[in-house]
């Protein structure tokens, strides 16, 4: 009896097999082309990042930092969603909000001539600037403000509560589209926080 072309479809690659095929599509200490890369689709696969960075993989939080890593390393976001690209396979996973955590940061400078450099939960390392911009949204209802900075490839980096802390109080205001906003500087480029008019 022969399958139908979805069931077929439904099997999907494990983890292990991901990680092995990521290793070896791994080439120096770069990251791996995954834009070059447009492999087939495979299925979804139960692997999850919760809000707080923590991978989840069938429901069990994934132990090992070096394997987060490396998934972390072939990790896609293609029309609104998430992937893990070989270059053979491609399957979907579940993000709660950002894929990554940005845990720590240092500031250098003052004022417009500020760089904030930030280091993630998967050691990604990048200076906040025009090509990895620092965004802030606010929950409708609550008003809580959620920070997120650009990491690479459309994927951000959601900005861990203390490190956000530490970012205000180092903020100034500044002219922004037509209105005095309070923001951050980095590297020559300004971002807009809230409204001055609002604190």
């Not at 940061?105 to 990604?124: I, K, M, P, S």
């Not at 490190?163 to 005095?180: K, N, P």
Request: net charge negative.
């Amino acid at each position: 009896m022969t399958k139908s072309s979805s069931e077929q479809n439904s099997v999907t690659p494990s983890a292990d097999a991901l990680a092995q095929a990521a290793s070896a599509a791994a080439k120096g200490k770069g990251l791996p082309p995954v834009h070059l890369w447009d492999p087939p689709f495979c299925g979804d696969l139960d692997m999850r990042i919760a809000r707080d960075g923590t991978w989840f993989y069938e429901g069990t939080p994934i132990g090992r930092p070096a394997l987060v890593r490396l998934f972390s390393t072939i990790l896609k976001l293609e029309d609104g969603k998430y992937f893990l690209v070989t270059p053979v396979e491609k399957v979907g996973i579940t993000v709660e909000d950002a894929p990554f955590v940005a845990v720590d940061f240092t500031a250098q400078g003052a004022g417009t001539d500020q760089r904030l450099h930030f280091e993630t939960n998967v050691g990604d390392k990048v200076l906040a600037g025009a090509d990895h911009p620092i965004r802030v949204t606010r929950d409708a209802d609550t008003g809580e403000p959620a920070p997120y900075v650009m990491i690479r490839a459309g994927l951000e980096a959601l900005i861990d509560r203390k490190s956000f802390y530490r970012l205000v109080e180092i903020g100034t205001h500044a002219d922004h589209a037509g209105s005095r906003w309070f923001g951050l500087w980095s590297d020559g480029t300004f971002f807009p926080i809230i409204p001055s008019q609002e604190l």
